[in-house]
């Protein structure tokens, strides 16, 4: 416990008052002897007496000064057990360096960034741990995020529409990215902060990222909670990772304002982002999978910004109690800040989604970040903007194929704020769809429509819904495609 200067100050001066009231005072100077001054004080005190008096009360002054070093020094190693309890390999050595070889002080680093983000919170209980360790505590997180096989439903739809080569489980790849990224994970069952030790056997695949582990730890414990509540339901693909964005991105700005003050936080790569021997590159996950892992970590930290810079932190803690719906939001925090425009949301309804007397496996909304990804693919970036640039809604419905099919049945409707949007679209989307199934001449067909057989699938986009909608439909047989085209356009309202 630190004693407040005040009240230090006020007993130094007490102090001091003693000692002016034995020395201060008028002194009976007597005519003896030469007019010698006399050596007794009022009270009969001789100047030996109060030198003294004088030398104890500045003893004890001293020894106070000792005892608030004590204190200060207990409340220090206090803060360091709270923060290194539950230890596998023993307490940790307090620093925070970067290359020195001396182990971060998670605890003062937790302190430190919880204060500059303005939250009043009590430091991480943290744990070594390997690589597999972590990596297995982010998996368990995530598949509470998405429970049961809805990740590999997911995937197969995905994989339906071709947008990713294979049905896979995303998950363990996305917990490895994860676990490369950061280095650390916060585990709300056992309330720990799970770090990855560098001298850990085997080394780990990455150099941890401490400080913003640290601060996503923090901010998960916080907000986690609030962002992912079982009431809620399923989120969507777009709604999750519109959340998740609003945490990775206010970590990430939280970890940048703490280097801006201690540079030893500054993160230093040694190998580009973009080469192919990068930690991250080296996890074998699609490309559509691997830009939506990272979205919410880049374009969230943009996010994050634009809110700090409206309202300072204030606005970022509101946002979690109103946080982002979709990721258009995220890319353009201006409509999130509207709050009439966050008033009117557009959805794609049916008047029923089952096909064959069969319901759908999968349905989902994707977003707008979806739809920048996929035009990116085999666009350039310009016209894969222009591309998503009107979208309002998406809904992706994914179906069965039976047995023997490499691929399910997949539709996915799209709805622009206008008809130039949606023809902005289309013509984005038709040059996705010639590159991928190596189409050298489309068949001929009326404006707004392509329809094309490749690759043992068949496919068509038309732009439906009075010009503002398109339809594109990928299926492993016509009859499926003409029959789920029928209930995308005949049954729609």
Not at 332 to 342: F, I, T, V
Not at 371 to 391: F, I, K, P, S
Request: glycine share 8%.
């Amino acid at each position: 416990m630190k004693i407040p200067p005040a009240l230090l100050l006020l007993l130094l001066i007490l102090c001091g008052g003693l000692a002016a009231f034995f020395l201060s005072g008028e002194k009976t100077v007597p005519a003896v002897d030469g007019g010698l001054l006399s050596d007794r004080g009022k009270g009969g005190e001789t100047v030996e007496d109060l030198s003294k008096q004088i030398e104890l009360l500045l003893g004890q002054n001293e020894y106070l000064q000792g005892q608030v070093q004590v204190l200060q020094d207990e409340n220090a190693q206090l803060i360091q057990k709270l923060g290194t309890l539950g230890m596998k390999g023993g307490t940790q050595t307090a620093a925070m360096a970067a290359d020195d070889g001396i182990a971060p002080d998670f605890v003062g680093m937790g302190v430190d960034m919880m204060k500059l983000r303005q939250i009043k919170a009590l430091p991480l209980v943290t744990s070594p741990a390997t690589e597999a360790e972590v990596e297995k505590v982010v998996l368990t997180w995530l598949r509470r995020l998405q429970p049961g096989d809805e990740a590999q439903r997911q995937a197969r739809a995905l994989a339906a529409l071709g947008w990713i080569p294979q049905e896979i489980d995303p998950l363990p790849l996305r917990a490895k990215l994860l676990t490369r990224q950061l280095g650390g994970w916060y585990d709300s069952e056992s309330d720990t902060m799970w770090v990855i030790e560098p001298q850990s056997d085997p080394p780990p695949s990455a150099k941890p990222d401490e400080p913003l582990a640290v601060a996503f730890g923090q901010l998960l414990r916080e907000y986690e909670p609030i962002l992912f509540q079982p009431k809620h339901g399923r989120l969507s693909t777009d709604e999750r990772i519109a959340r998740e964005s609003l945490l990775a991105g206010d970590a990430g700005l939280t970890r940048f304002l703490f280097s801006i003050q201690n540079a030893k936080a500054e993160p230093k790569f040694d190998i580009p982002a973009e080469d192919p021997d990068h930690p991250l590159n080296q996890v074998p996950m699609p490309v559509f999978l691997r830009e939506m892992a990272m979205f919410p970590f880049m374009r969230g930290f943009e996010f994050a910004q634009a809110l700090h810079s409206a309202g300072e932190f204030p606005q970022l803690n509101a946002a979690y109690s109103r946080p982002p719906v979709s990721s258009a939001e995220v890319i353009e925090p201006e409509l999130y800040l509207d709050a009439a425009a966050r008033g009117s949301h557009v959805g794609v309804r049916f008047q029923s989604v089952s096909w064959n007397g069969v319901e759908p496996f999968w349905d989902d909304q994707l977003g707008k970040f979806a739809c920048v990804t996929v035009l990116r693919a085999h666009n350039e970036d310009g016209a894969a903007a222009e591309g998503a640039r009107g979208l309002l809604a998406d809904r992706l419905l994914a179906w069965p194929a039976g047995v023997g099919a490499k691929r399910h049945h997949a539709a996915w409707q799209t709805l622009f704020q206008d008809e130039d949007s949606a023809q902005a679209f289309f013509k984005a989307m038709s040059k996705v769809l010639v590159e991928r199934y190596e189409i050298e001449k489309m068949p001929d067909k009326k404006v707004g429509e392509i329809e094309f057989a490749a690759q043992g699938r068949w496919v068509s986009l038309k732009q439906n819904r009075a010009g503002q909608g398109v339809s594109l439909i990928d299926t492993a047989s016509e009859a499926a495609r003409m029959g789920i085209n029928q209930l995308i356009e005949g049954e729609t309202k």
